[in-house]
Nanobody, 116 residues
Framework: QVQLVESGGGLVQPGGSLRLSCAASGFTLDYYSVGWFRKAPGQEREVVSCIGRSDEITYYSGFVQGRFTISRDNAENTVYLQMNSLKPEDTAVYYC?????????WGQGTQVTVSS
């Protein structure tokens, strides 16, 4: 079965950290660029960070620059999002997306809640 599965979300206090995982099954993530997106209640979905097929190509939205780090482990068929210095405004459902020239997959999302 072809799917992306996010994990690692949860409840964390402001200033805390979480590491999200995006694991692929049924296909090889090596051939895909992967992005993390998030959607908060009442807001549009927005891109958080992306990584190309090469680790050398990464993108971060301004609101996470310096706090989040995206990485990939092709041996594990997984992309990670390390989130540090979390703020209440980071609260959202986080989704991963894998995209190649011909195909695109979305995960089901993982909830991140930043609250004291």
């Amino acid at each position: 079965q072809v799917q992306l599965v996010e994990s690692g979300g949860g409840l964390v206090q402001p200033g805390g950290s979480l590491r999200l995982s995006c694991a692929a099954s049924g296909f090889t993530l090596d051939y895909y660029s992967v992005g993390w997106f998030r959607k908060a209640p009442g807001q549009e979905r927005e891109v958080v960070s992306c990584i190309g097929r090469s680790d050398e190509i990464t993108y971060y939205s301004g609101f996470v620059q310096g706090r989040f780090t995206i990485s990939r482990d092709n041996a594990e068929n997984t992309v990670y999002l390390q989130m540090n210095s979390l703020k209440p405004e980071d609260t959202a459902v986080y989704y991963c997306n894998a995209r190649s020239l011909f195909r695109e997959y979305w995960g089901q999302g993982t909830q991140v809640t930043v609250s004291s």
